[in-house]
């Protein structure tokens, strides 16, 4: 059966730190796969996309690796701060029916310790 | 840019009432717009996906005479929760994909908590 898993439910980690999210899914053949913040009670907030050609992609502090072999992203914060605890979750991305589809993992709940 | 509304934010409705979300894409045309679900804890489901103009398609296991999706321009896309019942508590959420250009991302909304008595 498909699957999408995010490491441990909850990750805490010191201020100045990098965190690291993991992604793995099983089943899936994703052309893309998506990172995005939630906080509570808000709708998610879009923050890097990767293609399945690509390794590696970075937008200022955040890092995403994409590994089609391993079937496995990871997310870095690095220089993290109390501003990004939040929940982040993964989403794949792939062509159903001529749609472009999404299915989320269930997230992570980063919290950064000042 | 790319901002998405949602009305109301937060909603309280008797069982066997019919509730009414608007979603709205307010500074580009979205011309696709999903709807989710998600409970807590939970991850967020794909309900429906509506293209501008036609009908929406439903996910496996989404009564679509339950959900009525109406995407009726580029900038906005109704849900009506259609005789609710407390199991339809539930935290609804839309986004928007722009067209042409910006494919493959989405923009959501900031969520209705919906609450069935």
């Known amino acids: 059966s498909q699957k999408i898993e995010q490491n441990s439910e909850a990750l805490n980690i010191q201020e100045g730190k990098t965190a690291t999210l993991t992604c793995n899914y099983t089943?899936?053949?994703?052309?893309?796969l998506q990172w995005y913040r939630q906080d509570p009670g808000r709708g998610p907030v879009f923050l890097l996309l990767i293609r399945e050609n690509e390794k590696e992609k970075r937008k200022e502090r955040l890092k995403v690796t994409f590994d089609t072999t391993l079937k496995q992203s990871l997310f870095h914060i690095t220089a993290s701060q109390p501003a990004d605890s939040a929940t982040y979750l993964c989403?794949?991305?792939?062509?159903?029916?001529?749609?472009?589809?999404?299915?989320f993992g269930i997230g992570t709940k980063l919290q950064v310790i000042p | 840019g790319a901002v998405v509304s949602q009305h109301p934010s937060r909603v309280i409705c008797k069982s066997g009432t019919s509730v009414k979300i608007e979603c709205r894409s307010l500074d580009f045309q979205a011309t696709t717009m999903f709807w989710y679900r998600q409970f807590p804890k939970k991850s967020l489901m794909l309900m429906a996906t509506?293209?501008?103009?036609?009908?929406?398609?439903?996910e496996q296991g989404v009564e679509k005479d339950k959900f009525l999706i109406n995407h009726a321009s580029l900038t906005l896309s109704t849900l009506t929760v259609t005789s609710a019942h407390p199991e339809d508590s539930s935290f609804y959420i839309c986004s928007g994909e722009p067209g042409t250009g910006y494919t493959d991302t989405q923009y959501f909304g900031p969520g209705t908590r919906l609450t069935v008595l």
């Open positions: 989403a794949l991305g792939e062509s159903s029916g001529g749609y472009q589809k999404v299915t």
């Open positions: 089943n899936y053949s994703p052309a893309y």
């Open positions: 509506s293209n501008e103009g036609s009908k929406a398609t439903y």
